[in-house]
């Protein structure tokens, strides 16, 4: 077995999805395992590939590649498959890395498995773990033919510092003249405060219960004291309350945090599968019988007006 995992970046950091990816890749005892950066003045972020399990990282480190197009970067993957003998190629979802997978499915002649939560070895097969029936059942798919392409939900496994360094290798770099006929003209970036969605320890999210947008105060709050990010459900993001990327659930983001604070969430079973891996899962609903207090560490079954402003205050109080 033979794998490459592609790794993205986002400014001068690696997505912490695509870290997770080369973690659970390197559990499956494959000793050849590399990964592959490719962009503007990347070489620097491949030295700390090595700790998350790369033997080998590949850098395509060019100015054609400086914007987020999927053709380029197809290229450069067909490139490394093709010369280094490469059997599996991983993606953690993203815009970008759904692109570059069906671009490379496509070049290839190879099979994609999307939306996958896990990868095992089974009688010396890889099977991808796939959510299907509204997440109610999972799936076994394989592949066959190689290469293998995989698309993981993003946050579908938490990257995994074990030490270790990799070697680095450039890649020489020869691209399509079509894959060069795409201009990114313009590129917009959200303006943010706190950690990102996927990154954050601790989740406060918001959902209907929370009667309107303007009361998303309350969860940004208690979010901002705590240090944590604002989530949401579909409910919210749907009604044009809140931004889709704050969405969890199967349409969604999945997250892991160390904390998930549901605030008027029901806990309807497509919100549940974005966040049921939280550590602790504290809900407030103002409904007993929720289902969301079948999953949850901790229930407060109250007003979330209520209950949510005098929480913000305790952290206050406990931080001050
Ligand atoms: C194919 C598909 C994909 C989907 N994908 C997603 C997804 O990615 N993410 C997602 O979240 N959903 C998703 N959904 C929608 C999902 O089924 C639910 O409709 C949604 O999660 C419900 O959102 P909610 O909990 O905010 O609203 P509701 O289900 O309306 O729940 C509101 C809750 O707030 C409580 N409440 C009301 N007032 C108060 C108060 N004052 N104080 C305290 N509690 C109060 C109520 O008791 C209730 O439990 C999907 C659905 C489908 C069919």
Redesign the pocket.
Do not use: E, M, W, Y
């Given at each position: 077995m033979s794998t490459l995992v592609f790794l993205e970046h986002h400014g001068n950091e690696l997505s912490k999805a695509g870290l997770g990816v080369l973690s659970k890749a390197a559990t499956l005892g494959d000793s050849d395992l590399s990964a592959v950066i490719i962009g503007t003045g990347v070489r620097p972020l491949a030295d700390e590939v090595g700790k998350f399990g790369a033997a080998k990282v590949y850098v395509a480190d060019d100015q054609q590649l400086d914007a987020p197009l999927p053709q380029p970067r197809v290229d450069v993957l067909a490139q490394l498959v093709r010369d280094q003998g490469i059997d599996t190629v991983l993606f953690a979802n993203s815009v970008l890395a759904a692109d570059v997978a069906a671009g490379l499915a496509a070049r290839l002649d190879a099979g994609v498995n999307w939306d996958l939560t896990d990868l095992v070895q089974q009688d010396g097969k890889l099977v991808g773990k796939r959510p299907a029936l509204?997440d109610s059942v999972y799936v076994d798919v394989g592949w066959t033919s190689e290469p293998r392409i995989a698309l993981f939900r993003s946050g579908s496994f938490d990257p995994n510092a074990s030490g270790g360094t990799a070697e680095v290798e450039d890649v020489q770099l020869a691209l399509e003249d079509f894959s060069t006929a795409a201009r990114m003209v313009d590129q917009a970036h959200e303006e943010s405060e706190g950690p990102s969605i996927e990154d954050a320890q601790v989740i406060v999210a918001?959902?209907?219960?929370?009667?309107g947008p303007e009361n998303f105060t309350l969860v940004e709050e208690l979010a901002k004291a705590l240090g944590g990010a604002v989530g949401?459900?579909?409910?919210?993001?749907d009604a044009g309350w809140y931004p889709y990327s704050t969405?969890?659930?199967?349409?969604?983001k999945t997250v892991s945090p160390k904390l998930y604070i549901a605030?008027?969430?029901?806990?309807?079973?497509?919100?549940k599968?974005?966040m049921q891996s939280s550590g602790v899962i504290v809900a407030?609903?103002?409904?007993p019988n929720?289902?969301?207090f079948e999953f949850s560490d901790l229930g407060v079954v109250?007003?979330?007006?209520e209950?949510v402003p005098k929480l913000t205050e305790l952290v206050k109080q406990r931080k001050g």
């Open positions: 509204q918001g959902g209907r219960g929370l009667g949401a459900t579909r409910a919210v993001v969405q969890v659930g199967q349409t969604g605030c008027g969430i029901s806990g309807a079973i497509q919100h599968v974005g407030i609903n103002k409904d929720a289902p969301i109250g007003d979330v007006h209950v």
